[in-house]
């Protein structure tokens, strides 16, 4: 019996000190910190890298309006200097503080130029959502960038 008992306390003893090392490492101050570059930022209201990468896509345009708090971005009519005959104008919402596709949406309006007058042109659907990809993608590198430099 003596035998049992000093097997049952060595064992006791044994998981003990195992479970002691298991909650010292918890408490180790090397532990990855929360990661702010991954799904919200929001010190401006909006997603930082969201916002930044439309900024960045749209820039090529004169800016009417850019709306942190709201997450609003809107361009005045630009017209590429190689096609003076067409422009655009694009707004650019985002809907969220999430990294996310769906916090996203990009509208974009088109005139082309008739004898003198502009008139008022449809979209192409496809030029919509190359925007809102080149935007997420800028977004998700801008996220990569941040976390490595932590």
Do not use: H
């Amino acid at each position: 019996m003596t035998a049992m008992s000093n097997s049952r306390r060595t064992l006791a003893i044994a998981c003990t000190a195992l479970a002691s090392l298991g909650l010292a490492a918890c408490g180790n101050s090397d532990r990855p910190r929360a990661d702010l570059a991954a799904a919200q930022v929001s010190t401006i209201g909006v997603n930082s890298y969201l916002w930044r990468a439309s900024l960045e896509t749209v820039g090529f345009a004169p800016l009417l309006q850019a709306d942190s708090a709201g997450g609003v971005i809107v361009t005045d009519w630009y017209a590429n200097p190689s096609n003076p005959g067409e422009r655009v104008k694009m707004t650019v919402s985002i809907l969220d503080t999430d990294l996310r596709a769906d916090a996203l949406r990009v509208a974009a309006s088109r005139q082309v130029n008739q004898s003198g007058n502009w008139v008022d042109a449809p979209v192409q659907a496809a030029t919509v959502q190359k925007l809102e990809d080149i935007i997420l993608t800028k977004a998700r590198e801008l996220r990569r960038q941040a976390i490595a430099n932590d």
